[in-house]
Every structure is written in structure tokens, then in C-alpha cells.
């Protein structure tokens, strides 16, 4: 409680950089420090508290009264004018979707909108999921080497986010360039040079979801998520309002597609780094939803959320004010010994790896984890059957600087195609 009455923080707290090297690198090892000594400090760099520990993080999570969601979407590093004048050219006006809405709004609206993610409809999406991974490993099968993220980590996850939604697979180049600049936008630190071209990314990217939601509403009959929503505003127009349609269309895209790329791209590379744990998931199939969700706790694609105090509250036995801005690092949280023995090893067979807090907790716990899952799933039983002798090429992973989402931007691997297993047992 001494602390938030001003007294100054740990060196370490105040150097804490969420846009450098090293938290962007491995942002639970970034907050190692963090959990063994100030498990909550203050950020005067971003003007967040920092929450790194796994039972605070989940205490937060789990009242979403006293801890709103309503800051989840915003600007983490402050515009220019300039930046803000050219957003609103584009008549930009991001506002609450599901993520960030406040209750009783976002439980009505949850509830109206959940059933296209019960398991039977996630069900008839397995079969494309194939599809679309055996076509890319066809592709690639014969040649040897690849870039993963490249060549289908993106593409796989937006052609099922937007089949999923509803919306026209003919502007996929367009949608991941909106993509990173709307995850810069939220959760980066662009420079004042890079804010204004980000600016005019992402107002394009919101001129374009309401062109989309324009197409749909003439023709609302169309299959996805979306055009349901459109019908269900009919019947309940309070609920599902235009403010959240058109929010929502842009959000999703990302959140459908980015978040599963990234995640997709982290567990490759701890397999692969963890030599002897591929082989294992190669032999035995039946391990591969395990090691899924252990890949998600190990090397989340989500690495930290955020919340907003509305009344003064207590974390970890220290007293934030109204208003206060939180930071949960959930990387960290997913890497706390208190939780998780052993925590920075990669344990196929952990028995409460589902515990992770990668897809969030509570009311707002993501609606689209068994999408994510079930499309993870299939990456590797079409890898690990295809391409078991598949390795790592040496190099240096890039990442896009940001708070939040975390996944290689590159991800080159090689292999011996003389050695596909195709060839000696077609
Ligand atoms: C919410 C992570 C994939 C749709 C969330 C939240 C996180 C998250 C951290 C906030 C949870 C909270 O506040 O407690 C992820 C990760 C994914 C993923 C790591 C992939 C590995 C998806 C997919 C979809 C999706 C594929 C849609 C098809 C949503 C929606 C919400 C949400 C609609 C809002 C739920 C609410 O506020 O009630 N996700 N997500 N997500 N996610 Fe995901």
C-alpha cells in the first residue's frame, strides 16, 4: 500500500519497457524479476500498472465490475494530432465490441451471439481447416524449405476467420497489412513519423469494414457470424447496435486471424527447438491436443490484456486508485511457479496446462479459443505426419514491437524432401 501513496518504484520497475528487445523477445522472462519481487509496480512509461503474478491476474479477470474492460481496445501510446486528424478523415469511430464492453451490455450481447461457436458448428469448419493445410503442403512438400508464417500461418487463419465471419475472401494482401496496423495502432509505440501512415492504414481499414457490413446488410442471409448478428439486430436492436456491428467487423478480423496466426507460428518453434518433444508428437498423434494447449500456455500469441479500475481496489495487497490502468502480462502469469512447476519448460504431458490465462478467464474468457484450437490441432496432424524430419533453420526472430500480440514474423524451416515419407509409403 506504501507504494501507490507515490513512493518511487524499483529501478527495474522504472526501466520497464514493454516496446524493447527484451520484453518483446520473451516477455515472461522480461518479468521474472517482476514476479519474484514486485509482482504489481507502476509503468511511468506507459502509465499502466504492471500485474505479472498468476492469482492476481485471475483475481482481476475475474470481477470485470471493479476491473472494466473497457480500455482493452485503446490507443496504448498517445496519438499525434496530426495522427488523429487523418483517423478521422476516415469518419473513424472505434468503439465497444464484445471485448470491451461493460456489463449488462456484454453478457445480453455475448449470450446473443455465442451459438455459432458451440462445438457442433466449430465442427463443420474441421474439414476446411484440412483442406486448406494439406493444398499448403502440397505446395511446399517437394521443395524442401519454407516460411511457415509466409507461406500459410497467415493466410490458413484468415481464410477460416473470414469464412467463419462471413465476410469475401478477395482482399486477404489488404487485410493482413490492416491487421498489423491496427495491432500497432492499439497496442504499439509508433513513432510520430510512423503514426500518421498507421493512421491511414487502419481508417482503411475502417472505411472498408463498413463497406462490407453494407454488403452483408443488403444481403443478410448469407452464412457467418456476421450476417447473423446483422439478422439478430432485428430482433434485438439495443443489444446488437450499428456502433458494435461495424466496431466489431474490424475488431474480429484481427482478433480472429492474428491471434491464431501467432499462435500457430510460437508453437512450430518450441516444437521444433524441443527436438525430442516433436518426435514424441510425431509418433504419438494422440498427444497433439495436449501439447496445443501447452504450446498456447508456454508461448501464448496474447501476452498481456488490460483492464481499468472503477473504484479503488487492491492488488496483490497493493492499492491502485480509480482509474488505474492495468496491465495484465498473462505471459507472466502463465510462466508463475506458484501455478506451474516447472514453468519455462515445455511439458507435453503438463496435466494443468489448460489453466493458462492465453485466451483470458471469466465472463470475457475468448469465444474463439475452439476455433484457435481446433485449427492448431490440424497444423499438426498434417505436419507431423507430412513432414516429421521438418527442422528449424537458424535465424533471428523479428517481432512486431507491441504490448499484446507476439508471434515470429518469419519462421523458416527445412527439410529433406528425398526423405518424405510420401515417397516411400504413398
Ligand atoms: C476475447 C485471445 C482466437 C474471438 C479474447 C481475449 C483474449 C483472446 C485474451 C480477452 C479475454 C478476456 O478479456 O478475458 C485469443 C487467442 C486466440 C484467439 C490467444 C488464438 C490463439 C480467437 C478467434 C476468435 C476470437 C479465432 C473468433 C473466431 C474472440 C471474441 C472475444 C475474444 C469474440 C470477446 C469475448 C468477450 O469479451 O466476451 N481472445 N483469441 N478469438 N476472442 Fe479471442
Same mark, same amino acid.
Given at each position: 500500500?506504501?507504494?501507490?501513496?507515490?513512493?518511487?518504484?524499483?529501478?527495474?520497475?522504472?526501466?520497464?519497457?514493454?516496446?524493447?528487445?527484451?520484453?518483446?523477445?520473451?516477455?515472461?522472462?522480461?518479468? =521474472?524479476?517482476? =514476479?519474484?519481487?514486485?509482482?504489481?509496480?507502476?509503468?511511468?512509461?506507459?502509465?499502466?500498472?504492471?500485474?505479472?503474478?498468476?492469482?492476481?491476474?485471475?483475481?482481476?479477470? =475475474?470481477?470485470?465490475?471493479?476491473?472494466?474492460?473497457?480500455?482493452?481496445?485503446?490507443?496504448?501510446?498517445?496519438?499525434?494530432?496530426?495522427?488523429?486528424?487523418?483517423?478521422?478523415?476516415?469518419?473513424?469511430?472505434?468503439?465497444?465490441?464484445?471485448?470491451?464492453?461493460?456489463?449488462?451490455?456484454?453478457?445480453?450481447?455475448? =449470450?446473443?451471439?455465442?451459438?455459432?461457436?458451440?462445438?457442433?458448428?466449430?465442427?463443420?469448419?474441421?474439414?476446411?481447416?484440412?483442406?486448406?493445410?494439406?493444398?499448403?503442403?502440397?505446395?511446399?512438400?517437394?521443395?524442401?524449405?519454407?516460411?511457415?508464417?509466409?507461406?500459410?500461418?497467415?493466410?490458413?487463419?484468415?481464410?477460416?476467420?473470414?469464412?467463419?465471419?462471413?465476410?469475401?475472401?478477395?482482399?486477404?494482401?489488404?487485410?493482413?497489412?490492416?491487421?498489423?496496423?491496427?495491432?500497432?495502432?492499439?497496442?504499439?509505440?509508433?513513432?510520430?513519423?510512423?503514426?500518421?501512415?498507421?493512421?491511414?492504414?487502419?481508417?482503411?481499414?475502417?472505411?472498408?469494414?463498413?463497406?462490407?457490413?453494407?454488403?452483408?446488410?443488403?444481403?443478410?442471409?448469407?452464412?457467418?457470424?456476421?450476417?447473423?448478428?446483422?439478422?439478430?439486430?432485428?430482433?434485438?436492436?439495443?443489444?446488437?447496435?450499428?456502433?458494435?456491428?461495424?466496431?466489431?467487423?474490424?475488431?474480429?478480423?484481427?482478433?480472429?486471424?492474428?491471434?491464431?496466426?501467432?499462435?500457430?507460428?510460437?508453437?512450430?518453434?518450441?516444437?521444433?527447438?524441443?527436438?525430442?518433444?516433436?518426435?514424441?508428437?510425431?509418433?504419438?498423434?494422440?498427444?497433439?491436443?495436449?501439447?496445443?494447449?501447452?504450446?498456447?500456455?508456454?508461448?501464448?500469441?496474447?501476452?498481456?490484456?488490460?483492464?481499468?479500475?472503477?473504484?479503488?481496489?487492491?492488488?496483490?495487497?497493493?492499492?491502485?486508485?480509480?482509474?488505474?490502468?492495468?496491465?495484465?502480462?498473462?505471459?507472466?502469469?502463465?510462466?508463475?511457479?506458484?501455478?506451474?512447476?516447472?514453468?519455462?519448460?515445455?511439458?507435453?504431458?503438463?496435466?494443468?496446462?489448460?489453466?493458462?490465462?492465453?485466451?483470458?478467464?471469466?465472463?470475457?474468457?475468448?469465444?474463439?479459443?475452439?476455433?484457435?484450437?481446433?485449427?492448431?490441432?490440424?497444423?499438426?496432424?498434417?505436419?507431423?505426419?507430412?513432414?516429421?524430419?521438418?527442422?528449424?533453420?537458424?535465424?533471428?526472430?523479428?517481432?512486431?514491437?507491441?504490448?499484446?500480440?507476439?508471434?515470429?514474423?518469419?519462421?523458416?524451416?527445412?527439410?529433406?524432401?528425398?526423405?518424405?515419407?510420401?515417397?516411400?509409403?504413398?
Amino acid at each position: 500500500a506504501q507504494r501507490a501513496t507515490g513512493c518511487p518504484f524499483s529501478e527495474k520497475a522504472q526501466a520497464f519497457d514493454p516496446f524493447g528487445a527484451e520484453y518483446q523477445f520473451d516477455p515472461a522472462e522480461a518479468l =521474472r524479476w517482476s =514476479r519474484e519481487q514486485e509482482p504489481v509496480f507502476y509503468a511511468s512509461s506507459l502509465g499502466y500498472w504492471v500485474v505479472s503474478r498468476y492469482d492476481d491476474i485471475k483475481a482481476i479477470f =475475474r470481477d470485470n465490475i471493479a476491473f472494466s474492460p473497457a480500455i482493452a481496445l485503446e490507443k496504448i501510446t498517445p496519438v499525434s494530432q496530426e495522427a488523429i486528424d487523418a483517423l478521422n478523415g476516415y469518419g473513424y469511430a472505434m468503439n465497444r465490441t464484445l471485448v470491451n464492453e461493460d456489463e449488462p451490455q456484454h453478457t445480453e450481447r455475448r =449470450r446473443a451471439l455465442m451459438s455459432h461457436f458451440e462445438p457442433a458448428r466449430l465442427e463443420g469448419h474441421e474439414e476446411m481447416v484440412r483442406r486448406l493445410t494439406r493444398e499448403a503442403l502440397d505446395r511446399i512438400v517437394d521443395r524442401g524449405e519454407a516460411d511457415l508464417v509466409d507461406e500459410m500461418l497467415w493466410e490458413i487463419p484468415l481464410t477460416v476467420a473470414l469464412h467463419f465471419l462471413g465476410v469475401p475472401e478477395d482482399d486477404m494482401a489488404k487485410l493482413r497489412e490492416f491487421s498489423v496496423a491496427h495491432t500497432v495502432n492499439t497496442w504499439g509505440r509508433p513513432t510520430k513519423e510512423e503514426q500518421v501512415g498507421v493512421a491511414h492504414a487502419v481508417g482503411k481499414f475502417w472505411q472498408y469494414s463498413g463497406q462490407v457490413l453494407e454488403k452483408m446488410r443488403a444481403n443478410p442471409d448469407m452464412p457467418g457470424w456476421m450476417p447473423y448478428a446483422i439478422r439478430k439486430q432485428k430482433e434485438l436492436p439495443e443489444v446488437v447496435t450499428d456502433s458494435y456491428l461495424h466496431s466489431m467487423m474490424m475488431a474480429i478480423i484481427v482478433a480472429a486471424h492474428e491471434t491464431t496466426a501467432h499462435a500457430s507460428a510460437n508453437m512450430f518453434r518450441r516444437l521444433l527447438e524441443n527436438r525430442e518433444l516433436w518426435d514424441e508428437v510425431c509418433a504419438a498423434p494422440s498427444l497433439i491436443p495436449n501439447t496445443v494447449e501447452e504450446c498456447l500456455r508456454h508461448s501464448g500469441s496474447v501476452v498481456a490484456w488490460r483492464r481499468i479500475a472503477t473504484k479503488p481496489v487492491t492488488v496483490g495487497g497493493v492499492d491502485l486508485p480509480e482509474g488505474a490502468k492495468i496491465l495484465m502480462v498473462t505471459a507472466s502469469a502463465n510462466h508463475d511457479p506458484r501455478q506451474f512447476e516447472n514453468p519455462d519448460e515445455l511439458d507435453i504431458f503438463r496435466d494443468n496446462t489448460t489453466d493458462h490465462l492465453t485466451f483470458g478467464y471469466g465472463s470475457h474468457q475468448c469465444m474463439g479459443k475452439n476455433l484457435a484450437r481446433l485449427e492448431m490441432r490440424i497444423f499438426l496432424e498434417e505436419f507431423t505426419r507430412r513432414l516429421p524430419h521438418m527442422e528449424l533453420v537458424e535465424q533471428e526472430f523479428t517481432f512486431v514491437p507491441n504490448t499484446s500480440f507476439r508471434g515470429p514474423e518469419h519462421l523458416l524451416v527445412r527439410w529433406d524432401p528425398a526423405k518424405n515419407p510420401e515417397r516411400t509409403d504413398p
